[in-house]
């Protein structure tokens, strides 16, 4: 079993940043597939960006160049740095993980998931 909670999420202006991070306890950490995901109302969930062990990385093209997904195996933790923010980034992140190394876009691939945290942009 492995639990994920994260921190990080708040209210920040349009060209703002973030830093969202995802402490994993439970099972080995660094052989897991790790991403986040996110779901604005009223729209379904959407994959973020996605890191494997071998540090492969995968990003949504609407967050391509904006965000950094990277991890801390000392500390079984992975982040989320979101610069540029725009309002339409604005919605509930949540972080994921399942294991092994292939980086699923679809969210009822991963096996675990975090609570949530809210993330607003205003313009």
């Known amino acids: 079993q492995v639990q994920l909670v994260e921190s990080g999420g708040g209210l920040v202006q349009a060209e703002g940043s973030l830093r969202l991070s995802c402490a994993a306890s439970?099972?080995?950490?660094?052989?897991?597939?790790m991403g986040w995901f996110r779901q604005a109302p009223g729209k379904e969930r959407e994959i973020v960006a996605g890191l494997n062990s071998g540090d492969r990385t995968y990003y949504a093209d609407s967050v391509k160049g904006r965000f950094t997904i990277s991890r801390d195996n000392a500390k079984d933790t992975v982040y989320l740095q979101m610069n540029s923010l725009k309002p339409e980034d604005t919605a509930v992140y949540y972080c994921?993980?399942?294991?092994?190394?292939?980086?699923?876009?679809?969210?009822?691939?991963?096996?675990?998931w975090g609570q949530g945290t809210q993330v607003t942009v205003s313009s």
């Open positions: 439970g099972r080995t950490f660094r052989s897991y597939v």
């Open positions: 994921v993980s399942t294991p092994g190394v292939v980086l699923y876009m679809t969210p009822t691939k991963y096996d675990y």
